[in-house]
């Protein structure tokens, strides 16, 4: 890689894809993977969800190095989780894993939906094959944390069923906010959203569909929990997010329609476009 990890702040898309993984011919400049994003920042690994695309994170590291990292769960439905079994590092005694996540579907502490639903209940795991050091962390919107002596990080309460939790992510002046999943409200853009993004430098956003997708009378999104690119573009320029991020594309969305989407998010900003899975973005 040609950055250095000791000195940038710089975010990497795993898995992009919403809902379910949409692997294909039609899909391949994009990507089919599920949510997970890495934030590497100043040699720190945070990757927030645990999607299919958790895997193609795993492809890139060493078996034989020792794997230092922290996780963040927005919420626990399976385009989020479903990767975790996968991720090798967590069968090594070599890795230190330090997991968050909040309470919002069942009133779980993110430890049991952790161990007992994502690593028991729902993969063929063995007991005692998962060897790292796991420490668990219970998180709640409008919570703000430091970790690592200098990351700090805010949450913030995000609109999609059984609930989820936007995260807000600092270091020194750069500023990376990850909001997905959420659906905006009908009357007014998100306060939660607004305050969380405020002058960032960066806002990934829940984009599934395009207004004309959400409104469809014949096949309706409203209520499913996501949102548009429009909508998601109005709530960056109402916050002066430096850069809009469009993610967690509908599964059904080829890169033709991804394509078309992105040359309408140029017409509105230099600085707005898609997410593609493998995409490295210095902050």
Known sequence: MSTSLSSQFLIRFWGVRGSIPAPGKSTLRYGGNTSCIELCIGGRRLIFDGGTGLRSLCKTLKDSDPFRGFMFFTHYHWDHIQGVPFFTPIFSDNCHLTVYGNHTNTGDPVEKHFTERILRDSAPLMQGEVKAKLEFNDLYPGEKIVIDGDIEIRTGQLNHP??????????????????????????????????????ADMLVYDAMYTDEEYHNPRSSKVGWGHSTWQEGAKLAEAAGVERFVVFHHEPNHSDDVLDAIEIELKSRSKHFFIAREGMEVVV
């Open 162 to 199: 059984n609930g989820a939790m936007g995260y807000r992510v600092t270091w020194g002046d750069k500023t990376v906010v990850y909001a997905t999943d959420t659906e905006h409200l009908p009357d007014r853009l998100d306060e939660n959203i607004l305050e969380l993004a405020d002058g």
